[in-house]
Every structure is written in C-alpha cells, then in structure tokens.
C-alpha cells in the first residue's frame, strides 16, 4: 500500500505490517483514504482530531446558510379592504426579511362555487406585492383552499437596511 506519513510527506509504498507498527509508534491511526487506488492509499494521522475538525467544519457552514421560513398569510374570498391592506403590508415584511410568502384563500360552503373571485384576489396580491416579491408557482387548489407561494426578489441579499442605517454607515 502507498503511506502518507503524518508530516504530510509521501513514506512510499510499504506492506501493512510496516505501516501498522510506524503508527504504532507514533501512537496515531493508520487510516485508508483511498481504497479504489492501485496501490490503495492510507495515512497516519489522529483519526479522532480528524473528525472533530470535519465536524466543525461542517458546523461553521452551516452557520453561514440562510434558513428561509414560509410565512402564512390567510385570506377569504371576500376581504374587506382594511384587512387586505393590513395582511398585504404584513406579507412586504416577510418579503423584506427574506422569508416566503404562502398567501391562502380559504373557501367556506357556497363560497367554492365562486373560485374565481380567489383567483382575482391572488391577482390582485400580486400585482401590489409588484418587486416586493417573485411568484413561484401559479395558484393551486388543495381541498377547500387556494394558495400560490411568492419569494423574495432575487436581486436582494437578504434585509434591507433602512435610510437612517445606511446614513450612519457613511460617517
């Protein structure tokens, strides 16, 4: 087998029993890194620090991802103008964030016969919602409820910074 000695540096290739005892001695592991190679590959190394390292590398990336929520915002086919208003600013927050926004008609009884007045509604949303956000898929029926998912713009990083923010930066 090829030996990596635990310097780094190539120990050439040895039999098992040679590579075993130099890491016996060493009082380190002797690891298989490359089994599919002609000859396989195997290294000295302390083969707990290695995982320890590769664990907190993969914690300190998944530190730096964005988690993105699905926020809610529940409708009725026939909303009153301050409540739409008021769920409409509400969803511009989310958006602002950089969370999804899961707009929701719900129908009750007769109000399924008239499906169409939610489709006008997920129009008109959005249409206001305008560059605030990205329309992912088109309205679905799921039961009694229609729903279309909206995402932040792509342009946007993440939250914008308000004037006043963005006037401190600069002194």
């Known amino acids: 087998m090829r030996l990596v000695e635990a310097d780094g540096g190539q120990g050439g290739i040895v039999p098992i029993e040679e590579a075993l005892r130099k890491a016996q001695e060493l009082q380190l592991d002797l690891v298989e890194v490359a089994p599919t190679a002609k000859p ?11 995982l320890y390292q590769q ?7 998944k530190k730096k991802q964005k988690i993105i929520h699905v926020k809610e915002v529940k409708f009725r086919p026939n909303i009153d ?31 399924m ?8 509604l ?5 249409a206001d919602l305008g560059e605030h956000g990205v329309l992912e898929s088109s309205p679905e029926m799921a039961g009694n409820r229609m ?3 909206f995402g932040p713009p792509r342009h946007s990083g993440g939250p914008k ?6 006037g401190d930066s600069q002194g």
């Not at 664990?55 to 990336?61: D, T």
């Not at 910074?161 to 963005?166: I, L, P, R, W």
């Open 161 to 166: 910074k308000s004037s006043s923010e963005a």
């Open 40 to 50: 396989p590959v195997c290294r000295i190394m302390d083969f707990g620090k290695f």
């Open 113 to 120: 016969a008239r499906q169409d007045l939610g489709h006008k």
């Open 81 to 111: 103008e301050h409540d739409y208003d008021f769920k409409l600013k509400n969803a511009i927050r989310f958006l602002g964030e950089g969370d999804k926004v899961k707009a929701t008609v719900q129908f009750r009884g007769r109000e």
């Open 55 to 61: 664990k907190k590398k993969a914690h300190e990336s």
């Open 147 to 149: 729903h279309v998912i």
């Open 122 to 126: 997920l129009k008109r949303f959005e």
